[in-house]
């Protein structure tokens, strides 16, 4: 089986829930998606999506990515798509980093792997372990009432499980975690994300105060010395996410920072075959860990849950189906979450169709 073909195609994807906010002023309303077709030689093709929050949330924005996919494919022409390492190869030979482009390519060549032996991802890499995956959603950081009146809304759709955004103010922050988690439901599960953007005192300032709570702290400073500091002035549980790239920041974030938890991105390591190494080790050292992407619809949210489904479920906190953040869908809307929980698509490969007609003609296309 050969590559023959490549197609990009592009469309706008916006939040649903008006403007998203994140630590330090970044947000986003609305951001441009590539989604990619690879075509075999025999007829079978294969999805992905590489999309972005925003430019200055990851070194990486819909320019570049856009860019390193035209890129990128011209050297897969030719190649067998279910030669995965050797893809990886091929695409690190010619580009260094620009993992969420990767990712569109390898998530597609999954997907022809899985038609042409038809079988699901998540049957091919560790087999379905969960039907019943616990689906989480973002607060944007807002004032309290705001984030309150989110909550009660996305609650009341079976959402039991919010990500509060902080890394603003650390006392304001402190604050607004508190009013939001005391007067929401107690059988709510809620942690905080800072996405890299407190400083060590203000981490620690914030911590201090939310030390009763006990909430989960996810990514509160870049640099992982930072993060290993706070163990020193406070006990609450660490969760690792920008700072999560390679094998070696894994064992750092073990080791050195005590952390508990990672957030496995697909687009930030670069597809399905590095999120599932990774997710891989990370049960191998008995750590919990988060199964996302750095943005996406239908395409990224089918690609997420299989990596999710087929996670060993006790070590699995919590997955996103972005396609529930945004307004637009390729796929029909599919996979879906009811009352808070998900599934993956049991079809083979991803397991979706994209509607050709929402997405309108290829912007490139790349022959052998």
């Known amino acids: 089986m050969k590559i023959s073909a490549i197609e990009l195609y592009e469309y706008d994807l916006?939040?649903?829930?008006?403007?998203?906010?994140?630590s330090k002023g970044r947000s986003a309303k609305q951001q441009p998606s590539n989604l990619v077709r690879i075509i075999t030689d025999d007829g079978i093709e294969g999805w992905g999506e590489a999309a972005t929050l925003s430019g200055n949330y990851l070194p990486v924005f819909a320019g570049s990515t856009s860019a390193a996919l035209r890129e990128l494919a011209p050297y897969l022409l030719g190649e067998d798509p279910r030669k995965f390492t050797r893809l990886q190869r091929v695409m690190s030979g010619v580009l260094m980093g620009q993992a969420n482009a990767k990712n569109a390519f390898d998530v597609a060549c999954w997907d022809i792997f899985g038609k042409s032996v038809g079988l699901p991802i998540?049957?091919?890499?560790g087999g379905v372990l969960s039907t019943d995956l616990p689906i989480f959603e973002a607060?944007?950081?807002?004032?309290?009432?705001?984030s309150i009146d989110y909550v009660h809304k996305r609650s009341a759709a079976g959402i039991k499980r919010f990500q509060i955004k902080v890394g603003d103010d650390p006392i304001a922050d402190a604050t607004r975690t508190r009013e939001l988690i005391e007067s929401s439901d107690k059988d709510i599960f809620f942690f905080i994300d800072a996405n890299a953007g407190w400083t060590f005192l203000e981490a620690a300032t914030a911590m201090r105060k939310l030390e009763d709570l006990g909430v989960y702290v996810e990514q509160p400073c870049l640099d992982l010395a930072d993060c290993a500091m706070l163990r020193k002035v406070s006990s609450l549980p660490l969760v690792i996410d920008e700072s999560l790239l390679t094998f070696a920041d894994l064992y750092r974030a073990k080791y050195e920072v005590s952390a508990g938890a990672l957030n496995i991105k697909l687009g930030r390591l670069g597809g399905i075959t590095h999120a599932v190494n990774m997710r891989n080790a990370a049960q191998n050292l008995g750590m919990h860990f988060c199964i996302?992407?750095?943005?996406?619809?239908?395409?990224?949210?089918?690609?997420?849950?299989?990596?999710?489904?087929?996670?060993?479920?006790?070590?699995?906190m919590h997955t996103s189906f972005f396609n529930d953040w945004t307004n637009e869908h390729v796929a029909g809307y599919q996979p879906r979450q009811f009352n808070g929980r998900g599934a993956a698509p049991t079809g083979p490969g991803l397991g979706i169709e994209i509607d050709r007609d929402f997405i309108g003609a290829p912007v490139a296309t790349f022959r052998a």
């Open 292 to 316: 996302e992407d750095v943005w996406g619809g239908d395409v990224t949210a089918a690609a997420v849950s299989h990596v999710a489904a087929s996670a060993q479920p006790e070590y699995l």
């Open 14 to 22: 916006t939040y649903s829930h008006g403007t998203y906010i994140m």
């Open 122 to 125: 998540s049957a091919m890499i």
């Open 139 to 146: 607060i944007p950081l807002s004032s309290a009432q705001n």
